[in-house]
């Protein structure tokens, strides 16, 4: 089955600096990454998605890059601010239906100093 | 966007005692339900998918008779936690699947139970 790696598993920035978490997965068929932003004892929130027919969508201070020949995809935040602190997923979806259930990553955790 | 409910948001109870979990999409009609289970400080973890009139479909190493998951309706899908015990206690989040916003493939997440098991 599927399986999905996320990197690093903390993360400590400064206020102002750019994060970046990498997520590797296995499976070719999967064609929609989405990344979701948890905070504790909260539901995920999804904060942006990728399909695989495109290589890098941008919202705002949050970026994601796809890379389908190596399997990874990416989640860049810039210009971090406290706020921004908390857990955040990758997530692959492995059926090419709409049905398809998501394969998170462990989660990597995000601290921002101010 | 769309939204889901889940109820109750916790539940404390005794050890052997069985406890009932909604989930219900408020303002869209959720074809399939998943239900996951997140541990403190881990990632989610899929138990089951439950679509609306059929039976639910349960990962490996999830005991489909502890965890009875009905899908009656488009709105509403149950997860039953049968004789618990003190390591079932978790997060149980559900999230739902349907035509909400024109967005097929965009899971909306419930707000998650806290289930501890004295």
């Known amino acids: 089955g599927e399986n999905v790696e996320q990197h690093p598993s903390t993360l400590s920035v400064q206020e102002g600096d750019s994060a970046v978490i990498k997520c590797t997965y296995s499976d070719s068929a999967s064609n929609y990454f989405p990344w979701y932003k948890q905070e504790l004892g909260k539901r995920p929130q999804l904060i942006i998605d990728i399909r695989s027919n495109v290589g890098e969508k941008k919202d705002q201070r949050i970026a994601v890059t796809l890379n389908k020949t190596a399997k990874h995809f990416s989640l860049h935040i810039t210009e971090t601010q406290p706020e921004d602190s908390a857990v955040y997923f990758c997530?692959?979806?492995?059926?090419?239906?709409?049905?398809?259930?998501?394969?998170f990553g462990k989660g990597t955790k995000l601290s921002v100093k101010p | 966007g769309a939204v889901v409910s889940q109820h109750p948001s916790w539940v404390i109870c005794k050890s052997g005692t069985s406890v009932k979990i909604e989930c219900r999409s408020l303002d869209f009609q959720a074809t399939t339900m998943f239900w996951y289970r997140q541990f403190p400080k881990q990632s989610l973890m899929l138990m089951a998918t439950?679509?609306?009139?059929?039976?639910?479909?349960?990962e490996q190493g999830v005991e489909k008779d502890k965890f009875l998951i009905n899908h009656a309706s488009l709105t509403l899908s149950t997860l039953t936690v049968t004789s618990a015990h003190p390591e079932d206690s978790s997060f149980y989040i559900c999230?739902?699947?349907?035509?909400?916003?024109?967005?097929?493939?965009?899971?909306?997440f419930g707000p998650g139970t806290r289930l501890t098991v004295l």
């Open positions: 439950s679509n609306e009139g059929s039976k639910a479909t349960y």
């Open positions: 999230s739902a699947v349907g035509q909400a916003s024109g967005r097929f493939d965009e899971q909306f």
């Open positions: 997530a692959t979806r492995i059926y090419g239906g709409s049905q398809g259930n998501l394969i």
